[in-house]
């Protein structure tokens, strides 16, 4: 065996430290400490490409000033998952103790029932909704102006793939916004191998994976646009490879192995038009949308919903991209979510 906890190469993994965004962590540090002492903090407008740690950043720093807060709460928002006005306040109520009924309540009561909860506990609260530019698609993001009013909340944090976010927000929210910008870019190679070798110590039993194995993913993932997230899968997929032959060490076999079978280079060869046109509204979606909305992008092009579906199942066998069934207050849909 050579994996001693094969989770540390999840992508829902929090490592003790995030190589290569140090200036990223103390700059979100140094804008939020003023929420955790008790006063307000300057909003802040997280944007990069996908698997560049933003997430993971907010929620390292929330992690810690929960921790060592007794007055303010860090509440992160998942806004795929929670994509409605009402889901949002929902998951702020939770946090502060405060359930609410199942029958429905009106977005002034339930705002009202958050504030008195926040202020009998003299707390406050930072609020970070990641992939908030699905409310966009969802009209939902009246809910960001809910809690800019609000004087329960310190602070407000928006994270996206999307630069272009602020400008699609209604003025009114984004007058009120007005908030600090922190963009994030591509790991380097030399960041991706620093990545790469805290995660195998994590994951791999002692000697399993060499430095020539990590520094050979990590120019390989940079080659690729220098994405973390592509980097750690394929490091992991070198450990199958070798766990698959029966070795107890990954040699470089496994890594040629990776770039022979599906690999993510290997999985966008070969692609036709309309798989490549899939990509591309992916892509013009910030690298998630729900099958809908690619549909809506390509209807011009003569697609159909069924050849929609038929080529979204060859993408996903390939792990191009990654089809979730999530719940919209329409009912349910499919999210997509590019992987490469």
């Not at 698997?51 to 000033?65: E, I, P, R």
């Not at 698959?244 to 990776?258: P, V």
Request: proline share 4%.
């Amino acid at each position: 065996m050579v994996f001693k906890n094969e989770l540390a190469l999840n992508a829902g993994f929090l490592p003790d430290s995030l190589p290569g965004r140090e200036g990223e962590l103390n700059e979100l540090v140094f804008s939020l400490k003023p929420a955790f002492e008790g006063r307000k903090a300057k909003n802040l407008f997280l944007f990069g490409p996908p698997g560049t740690g933003k997430t993971s950043c907010v929620k390292k720093v929330f992690s810690g000033f929960n921790e060592e807060s007794q007055t303010a709460k860090a509440v992160f928002v998942n806004c795929w998952q929670n994509p409605t006005r009402n889901s949002v306040l929902a998951r702020i109520a939770e946090a502060v103790g405060e359930p609410l009924p199942r029958r429905g309540l009106g977005t002034d009561e339930v705002v009202l029932r958050i504030t008195q909860e926040f202020h009998l506990q003299k707390a406050s609260c930072v609020v970070a909704l990641d992939e908030c530019d699905r409310l966009l698609h969802n009209r939902e993001d009246a809910v960001i102006y809910d809690l800019l009013r609000g004087d329960f909340v310190s602070a407000i944090i928006c994270i996206t793939n999307d630069r272009d976010f602020l400008g699609k927000m209604d003025e009114r929210t984004r007058s009120s916004f007005q908030p600090s910008v922190l963009g994030f870019s591509r790991y380097s190679p030399v960041a991706l191998k620093k990545i790469l070798s805290e995660r195998a110590r994590a994951a791999f039993r002692p000697d399993a994976c060499s430095d020539e194995t990590i520094a050979l993913v990590a120019a390989y993932a940079s080659k690729l646009g220098g994405d973390a997230r592509v980097a750690i899968e394929a490091l992991w997929q070198c450990g199958k490879n070798a766990e698959a032959r029966g070795s107890q060490k990954i040699e470089k076999r496994d890594f040629e192995m990776l770039k022979e079978n599906p690999s993510v280079q290997k999985r966008l060869q070969g692609l036709n038009e309309t798989e490549e046109k899939i990509i591309s509204a992916l892509k013009q979606s910030g690298g998630a949308a729900t099958s809908g909305e690619v549909y809506r992008i390509l209807e011009g092009e003569g697609m159909t919903d069924r050849t929609l579906r038929n080529h979204m199942k060859l993408l996903e066998s390939k792990k191009i991209i990654s089809v979730e069934r999530v719940q919209l207050k329409e009912g349910w849909t499919s999210r997509i979510t590019l992987l490469v």
